[in-house]
C-alpha cells in the first residue's frame, strides 16, 4: 500500500524545495524524494560553491592591491585547499538549515531516485529509502539537470571536467582551456584567473555572454583581455589529444588550430534529468529534446502532474532560464494553483539575470538590439561607474547602468523595459531594476526616488533621471 500525501516532489533542488516549504506552509502534507541531498545542483555542485571560489578569488585581488590603500602586506599566494575546505563549509551550514527547516515544517524526505508511474504513484529506487511506493494527489517533477558534454571530450576528472569536477578540485591547474563563453564559463574563466590560472575561453558564438546587452558583455571582454585571459568566438571544438607525457592535453578547434593546456571546462549548457525519471503510464509528454513538456501554468499532460526547474519546456517561452531563483518563484506559483489561489504565471521575459564574472554582470527586460528587432522605438542612457564616487572609493570603476525605455507618443522616454548594468556588485543593485521592470513604471516615476549618496546603486538613479531630459552629472 503506497503511502499518501497532499504533494509529492520528486527532486529536492531550489524548484522542489522551495515548492515544498511554501505548501508545507500552507499545511499541505508533503513528501520529497531526493537522490542525494536536498539544496541540488545549486547548493552542493553550483551557485553556492562557485560563489565561494569567485569570493576566494575577490579577496586574493584585495589583498593583492592592498599598498594602494596604504595597507602594506605580503603578496598573497593561494592555499587552495583551504579555500575547498572552506567552501564545503558553507555548503554544508547551509544544507543542514535547509534539512532542519524541512523537519521543522514536517516534510518527510525520501533518500532515493523517484520515478513517477500510472496513476500519481512515485516509486523510490536505491538510498535508504528503496522500495518505498509514494501516492500523491498532486506530484511535482524537478529532478534538476547535469551539464551537458561534447563528442571527443568525454569526462575523465582529470583532463576533461565539468563544473561538477572543478568544484571539488583540491588544487588548481595551471593552464585551462574553457569550452564555452556563458555565464557559468566566463564565471570559472574570470575565478580561475584571478587565482593565477592561464585561462582560455573556445566560443562557438560571435560573443561571449550571448544575451546580455552587447554593451554590458564588451566590458567583461575588455576586462578579461587586460587579465589576460585569451577569448576566441566563432569557432568549434573538435577534440583533445593527451601530450606522450600524460602530464597536459592539446585541444584542436577552428581551422586546426590548437592549445595545451593542464584542464578542460566544459561549460556548453545543461541537459534535463528526465532519465528514468517517468514510467509506463505516466502519461507525461516529453520533447525532442527530452523536456517535459508543460504549459504556463506549469501543468504537464497528465492530471494533477505538475513539473518546474531546470526540466521543463514552457510553451511559448523560447528558452527556460535554468535560474534557482525562477524555480522558487514556480515552486510558490505551483502551490497556489493547487490551493486555488490567485496566482499568475512567471513572466520569464522578465526574470533578473546575474552574472558573478569580475567585472559582474546583472540584467532583467528587453537589450536594446533586441528591442530594435522587435520594432520597439526606444530612448537609452548609459552612465558608466568610472564617475561614481563610491566606485572610484573602491578602486572597481570599469562598468555602467544601461536604462532602456520606451518612447511614448509624444517621443519621450516613458516605461522602462531593460536595466543592463556591468561592474562592482551590480548583482546587489538590480533590485530597483528589476521592480522598475516588473512594474512597468515610468523613467518620470523612479526618477523622483531619492538615492543614498555615496553609493554604487545611486547610478541607476542617475541614469534613469538624464531620460528625463534633465540629468545632474551625466
Not at 555548503?91 to 516534510?107: A, E, F, N, S
Amino acid at each position: 500500500m503506497a503511502e499518501q500525501f497532499d504533494l509529492v516532489v520528486i527532486g529536492g533542488g531550489p524548484a522542489g524545495y522551495a515548492a515544498a516549504l511554501y505548501g508545507a506552509s500552507a499545511g499541505l502534507n508533503i513528501a520529497v524524494v531526493e537522490k542525494e541531498k536536498v539544496g541540488g545542483t545549486c547548493l552542493h555542485r553550483g551557485c553556492i560553491p562557485a560563489k565561494e571560489y569567485l569570493e576566494t578569488a575577490s579577496v586574493y585581488r584585495t589583498v593583492s592591491h592592498s599598498k594602494d590603500f596604504g595597507v602594506i602586506a605580503d603578496q598573497p599566494t593561494i592555499e587552495f585547499a583551504t579555500s575547498q575546505a572552506r567552501k564545503q563549509k558553507v555548503v554544508d551550514q547551509l544544507w543542514k538549515g535547509l534539512q532542519g527547516l524541512m523537519k521543522q515544517r514536517k516534510i518527510t524526505t525520501f533518500i532515493g531516485t523517484g520515478r513517477l508511474d500510472a496513476d500519481g504513484v512515485v516509486r523510490v529506487s536505491g538510498g535508504e529509502a528503496d522500495g518505498a511506493e509514494l501516492q500523491g494527489t498532486n506530484v511535482l517533477l524537478c529532478a534538476g539537470s547535469v551539464p551537458r558534454t561534447l563528442p571527443g571530450f568525454d569526462v575523465d576528472g582529470k583532463f576533461v571536467m565539468t563544473s561538477d569536477e572543478v568544484l571539488m578540485l583540491d588544487t588548481l591547474p595551471t593552464s585551462a582551456v574553457v569550452i564555452g563563453g556563458g555565464a557559468i564559463g566566463c564565471e570559472f574563466a574570470s575565478s580561475l584567473a584571478d587565482l593565477g590560472v592561464q585561462v582560455t575561453v573556445l566560443e562557438f558564438l560571435p560573443q561571449i555572454l550571448t544575451g546580455c546587452d552587447k554593451d554590458a558583455a564588451d566590458i567583461v571582454v575588455r576586462s578579461f583581455k587586460k587579465r589576460g585571459i585569451d577569448v576566441t568566438t566563432g569557432v568549434e571544438v573538435k577534440g583533445h589529444t593527451p601530450t606522450p607525457d600524460g602530464k597536459q592535453t592539446v585541444v584542436t578547434f577552428g581551422e586546426n588550430e590548437t592549445i595545451t593546456a593542464d584542464a578542460i571546462v566544459m561549460s556548453v549548457g545543461r541537459r534535463p534529468l528526465t532519465d528514468n525519471l517517468l514510467g509506463e503510464g505516466s502519461n507525461v509528454a516529453l520533447d525532442e529534446r527530452g523536456f517535459v513538456k508543460v504549459d504556463p501554468w506549469l501543468r504537464t499532460s497528465a492530471p494533477n502532474v505538475y513539473a518546474l526547474g531546470d526540466v521543463i519546456a514552457v510553451d511559448g517561452v523560447k528558452v527556460h532560464p535554468q535560474l534557482a531563483h525562477v524555480g522558487f518563484a514556480e515552486g510558490i506559483h505551483v502551490i497556489k494553483t493547487i490551493l486555488g489561489e490567485p496566482t499568475v504565471p512567471v513572466d520569464y521575459s522578465k526574470v533578473p539575470w546575474c552574472i558573478y564574472t569580475h567585472p559582474e554582470v546583472a540584467f532583467v527586460g528587453i537589450t536594446e538590439a533586441a528591442a530594435k528587432e522587435a520594432g520597439i522605438d526606444v530612448a537609452v542612457s548609459k552612465h558608466k561607474f568610472i564617475g561614481n564616487g563610491r566606485a572610484i572609493i573602491l578602486g572597481e570603476t570599469d562598468g555602467l547602468v544601461k536604462v532602456i525605455a520606451e518612447k511614448d507618443e509624444n517621443g519621450k522616454a516613458g516605461k522602462i523595459i531593460g536595466v543592463h548594468m556591468a561592474g562592482p556588485w551590480v548583482t546587489e543593485q538590480l533590485g530597483q531594476g528589476y521592480l522598475a521592470v516588473n512594474w512597468e513604471a515610468t523613467v518620470d516615476e523612479v526618477s523622483a526616488f531619492i538615492q543614498p549618496h555615496p553609493s554604487l546603486s545611486e547610478l541607476f538613479g542617475e541614469t534613469v533621471l538624464a531620460l528625463t531630459g534633465r540629468g545632474l552629472h551625466g
